[in-house]
Nanobody, 114 residues
Framework: VQLQASGGGLVQAGGSLRLSCAAS?????MGWFRQAPGKEREFVAA????????LYIDSVKGRFTISRDNAKSTVYLQMNSLKPEDTAVYYC???????????WGKGTLVTVSS
């Protein structure tokens, strides 16, 4: 499975961006991690195959929304009320339960200016 992420960019604090990640095949869990300069990669959000169950890191709850369109094999991360501390490279990932594999996409840079 290959993952192609897009949607990053430069935005002012308080603004919004939507990240997309398209998978080349079927996946189960899909989600996002991020890595800020000089910091370790951290989990941001994930959703199950149905999109019904979601999980978020506390710092983005109420601001970010993860969703997926299985017809397009795509997961989205709607990011609102962005803060400078959200600046990072965002990586999408997907887990395939059948083969136990975790797949990663290339990162997309999100920069939030103050």
């Amino acid at each position: 499975v290959q993952l192609q992420a897009s949607g990053g960019g430069l935005v002012q604090a308080g603004g919004s961006l939507r990240l997309s990640c398209a998978a080349s095949g079927s996946t189960d869990v899909m989600g996002w991690f991020r890595q800020a300069p000089g910091k370790e990669r951290e989990f941001v959000a994930a959703t199950d195959r149905s999109g019904k169950y979601t999980l978020y890191i506390d710092s983005v709850k109420g601001r970010f929304t993860i969703s997926r369109d299985n017809a397009k094999s795509t997961v989205y991360l709607q990011m609102n009320s962005l803060k400078p501390e959200d600046t990072a490279v965002y990586y999408c990932y997907a887990i395939h339960y059948y083969n136990g594999m975790t797949y990663w996409g290339k990162g997309t840079l999100v920069t939030v200016s103050s």
